[in-house]
């Protein structure tokens, strides 16, 4: 895995700068153990006119599965073999990344205490990578780095010189150019973009990561067009800290031009919609099966429990046969989007006589909630700790007691399919657990027996012939009072 910086000078500025700026003397071959290997730094070739210093990581397979054991919560155990057998030490990716923060910590934060003045100016750039994992292809290659100044030369591999048949890899070859660029941004854009490139981060993503994505981020990913797939990507698709993340941004931004604020936090609501949905039709998918399942209990009056960002009351609004439609949600954050989303400020009296919002929590029973026809959680149950969840049964099916309930929730078995998820992870940080198709039948089919409702099971998105749905819904219908087990 390597990759390499070089620059051109003069004598009254010679290239061999670098090596003050880097901090690592050009005539000595240097070995920094990193927590994944060995990184190295050498100097091909150094003179004044000419300086290009190389970073070499020799990753230690063996190290990287260990610090990657025990780390996600819930879930399958990891596979054996695809952990050591994979594309880690030779290409360039989120661990070339850590080791230039690990190496050159001093040159990406512009500090060089020989030379002070070096680390301000400008200077003729070029990187080049030899092999680098782009999900996205030259052309998002292009779009990152173009923005910020580079030009960009991205050349697909080929998947084997002697069978062109077989056509390209998922690796380019990266030349980088830029004369206007300091080292030390230069390093935090590749600190950064690194990463997004390669789409499979190799660690567990901490909540600090944030924090590091915006001090790398500082002074050039504010504004730049691809912020929110570098955001995301970056943060490894990890919502919540996506979302954080986007709000630091869009603050940022606000500072910086504030006359358009409200229109901009409108936008930051619309362009978080999409981004939840982008990679994800799936929760559309849920939700027409959501529909399609409330339609057919002939169900008017509604509640959403964990209504989120209201994505689902929206549609529910849209047809006039739910007459009433309750979302719940222990987040005032995610009502108060949900209430930008539906406009509630600017709705009609008829419209808004129809839908309600408000703050509670499904652990506690609230009388508020009975006499309604269904009730959809939609996702919600994975959230509550396994402690807390017969607290949730009593409130619905013991307390509220609508006729339908729905129930979704991932199928944990699912996950092998999802390319960007790592073997054993849940797929939301906030994922208190994930079950089987097995353990959901079994915990649907006690929750039914219990409080007297029947139950079926509808698969939700691509049925996978081994491993099922991506979701799964429960429908339960509550018994005819004569047949009531407990009410
Ligand atoms: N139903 C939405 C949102 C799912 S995310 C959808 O399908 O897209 C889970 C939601 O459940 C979050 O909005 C979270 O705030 C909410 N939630 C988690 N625990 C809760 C509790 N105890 N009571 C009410 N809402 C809860």
Redesign the pocket.
């Known amino acids: 895995m390597f990759l390499t910086i070089s620059t051109t000078g003069s004598a009254e500025r010679p290239a061999t700068d670098l090596g003050f700026l880097l901090h690592k003397h050009p005539e000595k071959a240097q070995a920094f153990s990193t927590s994944y290997g060995t990184a190295h730094v050498l100097y091909p070739e150094a003179d004044a006119e000419r300086c290009t210093a190389a970073l070499l990581l020799e990753v230690d397979a063996v190290a990287l599965v260990r610090r990657g054991k025990g780390k996600g919560r819930g879930g399958a155990p990891d596979a054996a073999l695809a952990q050591y057998v994979n594309d880690r030490p030779y290409a360039a990716s989120s661990l070339l990344a850590v080791a230039l923060s690990a190496v050159f910590s001093s040159a990406m934060r512009g500090v060089c205490t020989a030379r002070p003045q070096l680390p301000a100016q400008p200077r003729p750039l070029r990187i080049e990578v030899p092999a680098l994992p782009a999900r996205g292809g030259p052309g998002l290659v292009r779009s990152l780095f173009e923005p910020l100044g580079w030009t960009v030369t991205a050349e697909p591999v080929p998947l084997d010189g002697e069978f062109p048949q077989w056509g390209d890899s998922r690796y380019i070859q990266l030349v980088l150019d830029a004369d206007t660029l300091t080292l030390a941004e230069a390093l935090r854009h590749l600190y950064v973009l690194l990463p997004v490139l390669d789409d499979a981060k190799h660690y567990w993503v901490s909540p600090d990561e944030v924090d590091k994505l915006l001090r790398a981020g500082e002074g050039w990913l504010p504004g730049h067009p691809e912020q929110r797939l570098i955001t995301s990507r970056y943060l490894s698709r990890r919502w919540s800290l996506t979302r954080q993340a986007m709000e630091r941004l869009e603050l940022v931004r606000l500072a910086e031009t504030d006359d358009t604020a409200v229109e901009d936090i409108d936008n930051a609501v619309e362009a978080e919609a999409e981004q939840e949905e982008k990679p994800t039709p799936l ?1 559309v998918q ?1 939700r027409e099966a959501i529909l399609a399942a409330l339609r057919a209990s002939g169900a008017a009056r509604v509640l ?5 960002q209201g ?2 009351v929206q549609q529910l609004l849209k047809d006039p046969a739910f007459t009433e439609i309750v979302g ?4 005032m954050r ?1 009502l108060t989007i949900a209430s930008r989303r539906l406009k509630l400020d600017r709705m009609g009296e008829r419209q808004s006589a129809r839908v309600n919002l408000r703050q ?4 506690y029973t609230d009388k508020r909630l009975g006499g309604y026809d269904a009730a959809v959680l ?3 149950i994975e ?2 700790d396994l402690p807390r969840l017969p607290a949730l049964e009593y409130a619905v099916f013991g307390a509220a007691r609508p006729r339908t309930v729905l129930v979704t929730t991932p199928n944990v078995e699912y996950n092998v399919r999802w390319e960007s998820l790592p073997a054993g992870r849940v797929r939301h940080g906030d994922h208190r657990f994930e079950w089987t198709r097995e353990e959901f039948r079994a915990w649907a089919e006690k929750v039914a027996e219990e409080y007297g409702y029947g139950v079926g099971f509808v698969p939700v998105g691509p049925d996978d012939p081994e491993v099922g749905p991506p979701t799964q819904m429960a429908v339960f219908q509550a018994d005819t009072p004569k047949e009531a087990k407990a009410a």
């Open positions: 929760a849920r959403d429990l964990g209504c989120g994505q689902l719940v949600d222990v987040s995610a509670g929590s499904l652990a939609s996702e919600v959230h509550l």
